[in-house]
């Protein structure tokens, strides 16, 4: 089993800038993907970004291209989401998952919450002012 734990949401205000973490555990997961979704109300839970087990990354361009990064520490376990520009738009609960695939990152399957393994309890993150 894997658990996952988010950390590092909270309040930010418009134009701000803020870093998720999330903390893996249970095994390696040098071969697994890595990435975060986010989710609000209502909505489906939406993909924003991977890296694979070769270190690929991938985005959902349309939503953050450009704002967000995504870095991971193989040795550590752990995944990382820096956000910056935030506006009202990413106001979401985040999540963090791992998919024991080696697809490419550009790959759509990354792209669907079914092909992902595990996943943590989620960190809101509200942008406001």
């Known amino acids: 089993q894997v658990q996952l734990v988010e950390s590092g949401g909270g309040l930010v205000q418009p134009g701000g800038s803020l870093s998720l973490s999330c903390a893996a555990s249970?095994?390696?997961?040098?071969?697994?993907?890595m990435g975060w979704f986010r989710q609000v109300p209502g909505k489906e839970r939406k993909f924003v970004g991977v890296?694979?087990?070769?270190?690929?990354?991938?985005y959902d361009d349309d939503s953050v291209k450009g704002r967000f990064i995504i870095t991971r520490d193989y040795a550590k376990n752990t995944l990382s989401l820096q956000m910056r520009r935030l506006g009202p738009e990413d106001t979401a609960v985040y999540y963090c998952?791992?998919?024991?695939?080696?697809?490419?990152?550009?790959?759509?399957?990354?792209?669907?919450?079914?092909?992902?393994?595990?996943w943590g309890q989620g960190t809101q993150v509200t942008v406001s002012s």
């Open positions: 998952a791992v998919s024991d695939t080696k697809e490419r990152s550009f790959s759509p399957y990354y792209r669907e919450t079914a092909n992902w393994d595990y």
């Open positions: 249970g095994r390696d997961l040098g071969g697994y993907a």
């Open positions: 890296v694979t087990w070769s270190g690929g990354t991938s």
